[in-house]
């Protein structure tokens, strides 16, 4: 059946790094663009970047400009996230998603997003 599983998330001090994974399978992958969203305790879930099906486009938010970056490997079924100087306020749950329809473009609204992961949690603190 259809999953998506994020891995890599963890305990970071400030400035650090972290790649986040996030693994699919049952479907076809190199049709859909994907997604990372975050959600903070009381605060809203957030779109952080994302990716089209074949990796050539992609978008961020600008929170995350310049320190995150999206890649994917079609071959292998998995987007990445890059995450460096890692800051306290990127603490949250970090969760992959399926756009909603093939070859869609990427956008940050998760109301586009149809399939989601468990996610994984990103903790930056000293």
């Known amino acids: 059946q259809l999953q998506l599983v994020e891995s890599g998330g963890s305990l970071v001090q400030p400035g650090g790094s972290l790649r986040l994974s996030c693994a699919a399978s049952?479907?076809?992958?190199?049709?859909?663009?994907i997604g990372w969203f975050r959600q903070a305790p009381g605060k809203e879930r957030e779109g952080v970047s994302c990716i089209s099906n074949t990796g050539g486009g992609t978008n961020y938010a600008d929170s995350v400009k310049g320190r995150f970056t999206i890649s994917r490997d079609n071959a292998n079924n998995t987007v990445y996230l890059q995450m460096n100087s890692l800051q306290p306020e990127d603490t949250a749950i970090y969760f992959c998603?399926?756009?909603?329809?093939?070859?869609?473009?990427?956008?940050?609204?998760?109301?586009?997003?149809?399939?989601w992961g468990q996610g994984t949690q990103v903790t930056v603190s000293p």
């Open positions: 049952g479907f076809s992958f190199n049709y859909y663009a």
């Open positions: 998603a399926r756009r909603r329809g093939p070859l869609r473009p990427c956008v940050l609204s998760g109301h586009d997003y149809e399939y």
